[in-house]
């Protein structure tokens, strides 16, 4: 059973336009949640996060917003840029937990064209 | 460099071979985690470390998978007699703490032919 989903296996938007990437979760003992940016051949780097006491955070063109009744997450990014093009994954942990693994989606792919 | 070294970058192994995949995290961090992303698919998490004890290894597949962290330092993730299910990319990542957000390395590319 897939924890934590990504329903969009790819994006598309114009340069200068707002992205909107979106993440499901379904354990409600999830309290921290996470997005990760990875080009090809290289590791997911760290973007965002969010604890489950807020419902956004904010980190210059990226906002994450949390809406816990729904178990959803989003990333939005403003203004969208080519260099932004990349794979998103959201992932979700029990920040009291012992071990703080992470559960990842599958992955939206976002292409910003010029 | 500063960041979560792995080594090798790509590794071909002939089915029934045993590969040894290495992990050097970034110095002073406590945490380091191994994790297993096949084609299309979010990383999925394998075994935990905290300094040189595995606190979770509730991820490794099967007993053919198999990680250690010594010295609290670097780590191997050695698998047994490969299968094909097992060609992967293998990521490495290490954190601070185990609250704080974890830096990943660029992953090992395992093909079992």
């Known amino acids: 059973d897939q924890q934590v989903k990504q329903n969009s296996p790819s994006l598309s938007v114009q340069e200068g336009r707002i992205s909107i990437l979106n993440c499901d979760y379904t354990n409600s003992m999830f309290d921290y949640f996470l997005w990760y940016k990875k080009y090809p051949a290289e590791g997911p780097t760290f973007l965002i996060s969010i604890s489950s006491i807020k419902d956004k955070n904010e980190d210059g063109r990226f906002t994450v917003f949390l809406n816990k009744s729904a178990k959803h997450l989003s990333l939005h990014i403003v203004p969208s840029q080519p260099g932004d093009s990349a794979v998103y994954f959201c992932?979700?942990?029990?920040?009291?937990?012992?071990?703080?693994?992470?559960?990842f989606g599958q992955g939206t792919t976002l292409q910003v064209k010029p | 460099g500063a960041g979560v070294s792995q080594s090798p970058r790509y590794k071909v192994a002939k089915r029934g071979q045993d590969v040894a995949l290495r992990c050097d995290p970034i110095?002073?961090?406590?945490?380091l985690f191994w994790y297993q992303q096949a084609l299309g698919q979010g990383p999925e998490f394998l075994t935990y470390f905290q300094n040189e004890a595995q606190l979770d290894k509730s991820g490794l597949p099967s007993d053919r998978f198999f990680a250690e962290r010594p010295e609290g330092s670097v780590s191997t993730l050695k698998i047994q007699r490969t299968q094909q299910e097992d060609s992967a990319v293998y990521l490495c990542?290490?954190?601070?703490?185990?609250?704080?957000?974890?830096?990943f390395g660029q992953g090992t590319r395992l093909t079992v032919v």
């Open positions: 992932a979700a942990s029990r920040y009291s937990s012992n071990t703080g693994k992470l559960i």
């Open positions: 990542a290490s954190s601070l703490d185990r609250t704080s957000g974890a830096f």
């Open positions: 110095s002073g961090h406590v945490s």
